[in-house]
T-cell receptor, first 115, second 116 residues
Framework: DQQVKQNSPSLSVQEGRISILNCDYT??????FLWYKKYPAEGPTFLIS?????DKNEDGRFTVFLNKSAKHLSLHIVPSQPGDSAVYFC??????????????FGKGTKLSVIP | DTGVSQDPRHKITKRGQNVTFRCDPI?????LYWYRQTLGQGPEFLTY????????KSRLLSDRFSAERPKGSFSTLEIQRTEQGDSAMYLC??????????????FGSGTRLTVV
C-alpha cells in the first residue's frame, strides 16, 4: 500500500522551460511534505517543504503547491537548468504520534533537462 | 559542517555473512535515522534514534538487523546472516532537534550492499 505516489517515472523538459513534478498521497494524517533531489551515487538532498496549513511555498526557482482536498502536491522549477537533471522524491510525514519521525517517500521521478 | 558520513561506501559479502555499517551524523544533530533504498524505489524508513535512545523501528527491521548509537554520536547498523534480499543502498540521515517539523533531514551518500 503506497501512501505517497509519484506516477511519472520520468520527465523531459527543455532548458529554460518549467518543470512540473507531481505527487499524490493517500494518508490524511500527513502534515508535512518535502521534496528531495538525488544525483547518482549520492544521498538525497533536501530541496523544499510545505506544511499542510499552507498551499504554497517558494524558494528561488522552486515552488511547491499543495492541494489538500485533492491530496496532491506539485513541485515547479522555473526556469529549468541542466543541473536540475536528477531524480526527485516526494516525501511526507506526520506531526505527532507513532511514525512521526518517519519520512514516507514516493518512488521518484527522473527529470532530464535538455540543453 | 562536514555532512553525514557513511562507511564503507560499498560492501560485497557472501550470503550468510554478517556486515556492519557506520554512520557519523552532523555533530550538532541529535536525531539519527536509517533508511534502505532498493532499485526503483524511494528510501524506506528502518529506525530512528534520539541521542542514544532508539525510539522507532520499522517492521522492515527484522531480528537479523540491529542498530546502535551507544554514545549518541555515531551509529552502527549490523545485518546478521545476510540474504540476497538485503542487497540495497543503506542511507543514514540526521537532523537537529527544535528546528521545526518540516526541517529537511541531511542524508549521507549511503552504503551500497551487494549480497552474492
Amino acid at each position: 500500500d503506497q501512501q505517497v505516489k509519484q506516477n511519472s517515472p520520468s520527465l523531459s523538459v527543455q532548458e529554460g522551460r518549467i518543470s512540473i513534478l507531481n505527487c499524490d498521497y493517500t494518508n490524511s494524517m500527513f502534515d508535512y511534505f518535502l521534496w528531495y533531489k538525488k544525483y547518482p551515487a549520492e544521498g538525497p538532498t533536501f530541496l523544499i517543504s510545505i506544511s499542510s496549513i499552507k498551499d504554497k511555498n517558494e524558494d528561488g526557482r522552486f515552488t511547491v503547491f499543495l492541494n489538500k482536498s485533492a491530496k496532491h502536491l506539485s513541485l515547479h522549477i522555473v526556469p529549468s537548468q541542466p543541473g536540475d537533471s536528477a531524480v526527485y522524491f516526494c516525501a511526507a510525514k506526520s506531526a505527532a504520534g507513532a511514525g512521526s519521525y518517519q519520512l514516507t517517500f514516493g518512488k521518484g521521478t527522473k527529470l532530464s533537462v535538455i540543453p | 559542517d562536514t555532512g553525514v558520513s557513511q562507511d564503507p561506501r560499498h560492501k560485497i559479502t557472501k550470503r550468510g555473512q554478517n556486515v556492519t555499517f557506520r554512520c557519523d551524523p552532523i555533530s550538532e544533530h541529535n536525531r539519527l535515522y536509517w533508511y534502505r533504498q532498493t532499485l526503483g524505489q524511494g528510501p524506506e524508513f528502518l529506525t530512528y534514534f534520539q541521542n542514544e535512545a532508539q525510539l522507532e523501528k520499522s517492521r522492515l527491521l527484522s531480528d537479523r538487523f540491529s542498530a546502535e548509537r551507544p554514545k549518541g554520536s555515531f551509529s552502527t547498523l549490523e545485518i546478521q546472516r545476510t540474504e540476497q534480499g538485503d542487497s540495497a543502498m543503506y542511507l543514514c540521515a540526521s537532523s537537529p532537534q527544535g528546528k521545526g517539523e518540516n526541517y529537511g533531514y541531511t542524508f549521507g551518500s549511503g552504503t551500497r550492499l551487494t549480497v552474492v
